[in-house]
């Protein structure tokens, strides 16, 4: 997630590699960043004292232990005043600024991104913590906008906002790999399927955000009456694939709140 938000900023020439500095533990991790002409670490505390912004970007439950090792590595001054961009799914605000008060003057907003940021389409929502400023929030809100839609939202939103912005691509990958099955199923080339899957994904959603109709009026008129479409859409009734994707949003909602909910035991 990390290198699709990096990848992002840079497409619209925000930052250069060369300003980027990322830290992983595990070698192997950093060859791409490397490649890529950013300046890579294994040690967290070298990415925070040379930085003034830094992305956190574990999964929730490594993030207490990189904050340790930061803490155990580096004097006071050098985590002075910096500005924290969480992007850990779960983790409010008030959980990651406890985890980080040792840091003296230490901002936190809190982001919830999605991997098409890789190619300028990517939806985010952003919030404050509680010692954020608007020139921080700003800076955030440009960094967003460099790789897609982004906005502001209140923080009780973003689990919900995560289940669907966030997890739904991998929920949209499912559907496109089914609608390619059933073309190959039906006779055409797995290529050719996917790549009409795909493109039909595409401008269906952009028929929803340019169009001022609801999903129900553009799914009538696609459906004749005794029709080929209507056939379908019976079909996936009878499936119920509209409580399978609700039960998947409710249930990536829910995981987020629990992650947040481990964290604090952490
Ligand atoms: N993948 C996605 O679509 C999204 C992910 N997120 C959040 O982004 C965070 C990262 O997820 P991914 O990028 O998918 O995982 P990932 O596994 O691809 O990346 C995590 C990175 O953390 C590094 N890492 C592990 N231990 C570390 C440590 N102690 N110190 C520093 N770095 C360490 C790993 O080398 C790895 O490169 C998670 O908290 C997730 O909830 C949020 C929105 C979307
Ligand atoms: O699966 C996860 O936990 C993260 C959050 C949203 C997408 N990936």
């Not at 991997?115 to 809100?141: F, H, N, Q, R, W």
Request: proline fraction near 3%.
């Amino acid at each position: 997630m990390a290198k699709a938000i990096c990848r992002g900023i840079k497409r619209k020439g925000l930052i250069d590699y060369s300003q980027v500095y990322v830290s992983s533990p595990f070698i192997k991790n950093l060859d791409s960043w490397k490649a890529l002409g950013a300046n890579v670490f294994t040690n967290n505390a070298l990415v925070v004292e040379q930085s003034d912004v830094i992305f956190l970007a574990v999964k929730p439950h490594v993030f207490c232990q990189a904050i340790e090792q930061i803490e155990s590595n580096s004097d006071k001054n050098s985590t002075k005043n910096k500005l924290f961009i969480s992007i850990i799914a779960g983790l409010t605000t008030n959980n990651v600024e406890k985890v980080l008060q040792s840091f003296e003057g230490s901002r936190i907003v809190r982001i919830m991104p999605n991997t098409p940021m890789l190619i300028g389409e990517g939806c985010s929502v952003y919030c404050p913590g509680s010692k954020a400023t608007k020139e921080d929030l700003d800076l955030v809100e440009t960094i967003l906008q460099s790789t897609g839609m982004c906005q502001l939202l209140p923080e009780h939103m973003i689990d919900a906002v995560m289940a669907v912005s966030a997890s739904g691509p991998a929920f949209v990958y499912i559907f496109i790999e089914a609608l390619s099955d059933g073309g190959v199923r039906m006779g055409l080339h797995r290529e050719m399927a996917t790549k009409f899957a795909a493109q039909m994904v595409m401008g269906a959603a952009k028929m929803v955000l340019a169009t001022d109709k609801h999903m129900g009026t553009l799914k009538d008129e696609v459906c004749s009456a005794g029709g080929a479409t209507i056939a379908g859409v019976h079909a996936m009734e009878k499936g119920r694939v509209r409580g399978a994707i609700m039960d998947a949003v409710q249930a990536a909602a829910l995981r987020a709140a629990e992650l947040n909910e481990r964290s604090k035991k952490l």
